[in-house]
């Protein structure tokens, strides 16, 4: 995106790219009906992935010893495990979803001029890297669309149906049914895009406070800082319980398909297989990279704001305005995106920690493979 691109429209491209996903939640002011309408397509959307969710297992069921059969059948139920998983938390989270949501979208709209320069500052930093990956995440799901028309198979996915396919309706029924998931699957990885947004906006947030903090003159100036610092402290932890299962969920399904494709890559397989698990392996780690950099940057500015104070030239203030300074330097405990007992914290550091895991266990899979073959 170029400088001029401005917040509002950033929000739109991300609301495109997660549409298909129903994630997205409805303004709080939607009418009944479109509300109904929209919890009948979150309910259609599980369904059809539950129909190809068990074909794909009869799938495994039936080919056991077929190595290639297995593990594509593997990831790609993954997919739709995460689709089936975000679905039914932003179910869940809807009203949430749509306060933090309808907060950002007000927010933005009454930006003053230092707090665009500091949006604008965002959108430079990223826009590169999610356009890129809302590019990579559809030229995917269009490449598997279009599977059959290249490689010599039926339908995208090596699903196995108890009933008889071979015959035209019944096919394009199926085909239909598999490109239209292959689409709701990256639409569920552009939800990482979604979350990234939001952690990003309550990142800025913290930083315009900080500045706002440092300009503090009055004891009424610093009062009203300190309520929007509780106020912004909230809205954080409420952005960051909306998305922690789905990040959980999204190392999880890393993990796994990051195993299957260095399977792959070490045993016998077509080469063409192999580039495609290189593809969903690197759309994976980008899923959980979008999640982890602005996790890290939230955690910094977080903690940025009572820091902010010390900015201050607070030796020469009233003894009333030292003694509110102290009230700020009480919320210095950094807010970070973990889950009790199982992600300590997710951060860049964690990130780095996560890859040479990863190089690790492709390390073992390839000795372990070796000392099979021999």
Not at 133 to 148: E, H, R
Request: proline share 4%; with cysteine; glycine share 2%.
């Amino acid at each position: 995106m170029l400088r001029q691109v401005t917040p509002e429209k950033v929000i739109h491209i991300v609301w495109l790219s997660a549409a298909l996903s129903f994630c997205w939640p409805l303004p709080i002011s939607s009418s009944r009906t479109r509300v109904l309408g929209f919890r009948i397509l979150q309910i259609s959307a599980i369904i059809s992935a539950c129909m190809l969710l068990l074909p794909m297992l009869y799938s495994i069921y039936l080919h056991p010893d077929d190595l290639v059969v297995v593990f594509k059948c593997m990831c790609m139920s993954t997919a739709l495990c995460q689709l089936i998983v975000q679905t039914t938390m932003c179910w869940i989270n809807q009203d949430s979803l749509q306060r933090t949501v309808r907060e950002m979208m007000t927010y933005v709209k009454e930006t003053q001029q230092y707090e665009k320069e500091i949006f604008y500052k965002y959108i430079t930093r990223c826009d590169i890297l999610c356009i890129c990956t809302i590019v990579c995440m559809y030229a995917t799901a269009t490449g598997f669309s279009l599977g059959p028309a290249i490689l010599p198979i039926s339908f995208p996915a090596d699903a196995e149906y108890p009933f008889r396919v071979n015959y035209t309706p019944m096919n394009i029924i199926i085909y239909a049914h598999q490109s239209i998931l292959s689409y709701q699957c990256a639409a569920h990885s552009c939800v990482s895009i979604f979350g990234a947004l939001l952690l990003w906006f309550t990142a800025a947030r913290f930083e315009c406070l900080a500045m706002e903090l440092e300009k503090s003159t009055t004891i009424n100036t610093l009062i009203v800082c300190i309520k929007k610092q509780l106020s912004l402290r909230r809205y954080a932890e409420e952005v960051l319980n909306n998305f922690r299962i789905m990040v959980l969920f999204s190392i999880i399904i890393s993990t796994l398909v990051l195993t299957f494709g260095g399977i792959i890559l070490i045993v016998n397989s077509p080469l063409l297989l192999k580039l495609q698990f290189v593809i969903v392996s690197l759309t994976v780690l980008t899923e959980v990279f979008m999640y982890a950099w602005p996790a890290d940057h939230l955690r910094e500015m977080s903690t940025n704001v009572s820091r902010s104070a010390y900015n201050l030239i607070w030796y020469k203030q009233t003894l009333e305005i030292q003694k509110n300074l102290l009230n700020v330097l009480v919320f210095q405990e950094p807010i970070t995106l973990s889950v009790s007992c199982v992600l300590p914290e997710l951060s860049l550091r964690y990130y780095c920690s996560y890859l040479s895991n990863a190089m690790s266990i492709f390390t073992a899979l390839r000795a372990a493979i070796g000392d099979n073959s021999t």
